[in-house]
């Protein structure tokens, strides 16, 4: 060891060495506990919350997997390989928004789980509650689900905070135990009735993987099963969306400056899209994607205008960098500007607005 290293650093060196050693889980009692004493101060074991490994794992998953997702660039891909729809095998379009609440009745570590298709709201493909708990013994989250007795059109967090158990319906057989892989959390069901387009859910088999800005599931067909229904048993593949406000301007009159602002809106970058109608009386159709570009082989963050609908002319496009977090167009008929929600921009945006 260098003469450079001081007694404290090297002892610091041995007790971290020490600690990477490999130690026998089960030959202990109880599972192991996390916990960290800063400044030589000592640890008052009443005050401080003691957590085990898996109960930080818990908190882990959590926040990683809370956002929004959206698999449009799924079905960008699956279209360009001729999988133009679902009868050729292309999957449906789904719009997920996951978030943590808290609820004292329920229990700990709580998400809510609000799926749809073709985005569009009204269109629900799930609505779940996720309870997680730790299974310290097998170094395992077990992941309970709960439906929603009655269908609500929102469901906000202070409603949430709210519920009882005799509005949701436990699903019994559909825990879905959940691991490490690398970076990655994995994890699937028994067989269990998971699935609310499924005919009969215990003839499939749910599985789940969740990684940073990614989330993907699919439903397996057993063996055995005899169910005719059709359904797509490859990956959903969705990727965590980030919500911007944008401002549309339209000219004050003809000629002028479009320093009028006609909508102010949010919208997702996987795919986010708004109607709306010029004033001239066409309607148009604004998008935001962060797509793959082939001719310059990356992700690229575009918006477009287009006349009708998505299949309709493109007017105007404009791109910029993978993850930018501003963005904007102003062909002098109409002005777009678009910042990312919640940042320093967005705040800008709305002390500058023309009718703020």
Not at 15 to 36: F, R
Not at 215 to 220: H, I, Q, V
Not at 291 to 306: A, C, D, E, H
Not at 322 to 339: F, K, L, S, T, Y
Request: hydrophobic letters at 30%; glycine letters at 6%.
């Amino acid at each position: 060891m260098s003469k450079l290293c001081s007694s404290s650093l090297c002892l610091l060196s041995v007790i971290l060495l020490i600690n990477c050693s490999h130690t026998n889980q089960a030959e202990k009692e109880k599972p192991s506990v996390v916990y960290a004493s800063f400044g030589g101060s000592p640890i008052d074991e009443e005050a401080e919350r003691k957590y085990t490994l898996m109960e930080r794992e818990i908190e882990y998953l959590m926040d990683m997997w809370e956002g929004d997702y959206d698999n449009v660039e799924q079905l960008s891909f699956e279209s360009d390989r001729g999988m133009k729809d679902q009868t050729q095998g292309q999957h449906k379009r789904i719009h997920s928004e996951i978030s943590k609440f808290k609820n004292d009745v329920i229990g700990e570590h709580l998400l809510y789980i609000n799926e749809y298709e073709n985005n569009d709201p009204k269109n629900k493909f799930r609505e779940y509650l996720y309870k997680f708990i730790p299974e310290d013994s097998t170094k395992q989250i077990r992941m309970e689900m709960y439906k929603f007795k009655e269908a609500s059109k929102v469901r906000n967090k202070e409603a949430l905070s709210k519920l009882k158990f005799s509005s949701l319906e436990a699903l019994d057989d559909c825990n879905v135990f959940i691991h490490r892989e690398g970076r990655s959390f994995v994890g699937k069901t028994n067989a269990g009735p998971c699935g609310s387009d499924i005919s009969d859910a215990s003839s499939f088999t749910y599985q789940v993987k969740i990684e940073k800005n990614h989330y993907a599931f699919k439903y397996t067909r057993n063996n055995g099963n005899s169910i005719g229904q059709a359904i797509n048993e490859d990956w959903y593949l969705l990727d965590k969306s980030r919500c911007f406000v944008c401002m549309i301007d339209f000219p004050r009159e003809e000629g002028g400056r479009p320093v009028d602002t006609r909508h102010y809106i949010e919208v997702h970058d996987q795919g986010g899209q708004f109607e709306f109608d010029y004033l001239d009386g066409r309607h148009m159709v604004f998008t935001m994607r962060n797509t793959w570009s082939y001719g310059m082989k990356r992700n690229t963050f575009v918006i477009v205008l287009q006349e009708g609908s998505l299949k309709g002319k493109t007017l105007i496009y404009a791109w910029g960098e993978d993850e930018a977090d501003r963005i904007g167009m102003n062909p002098g008929w109409i002005r777009v500007q678009c910042d990312l929600k919640d940042g320093k921009n967005a705040d800008l945006q709305q002390r500058l607005r023309p009718d703020s």
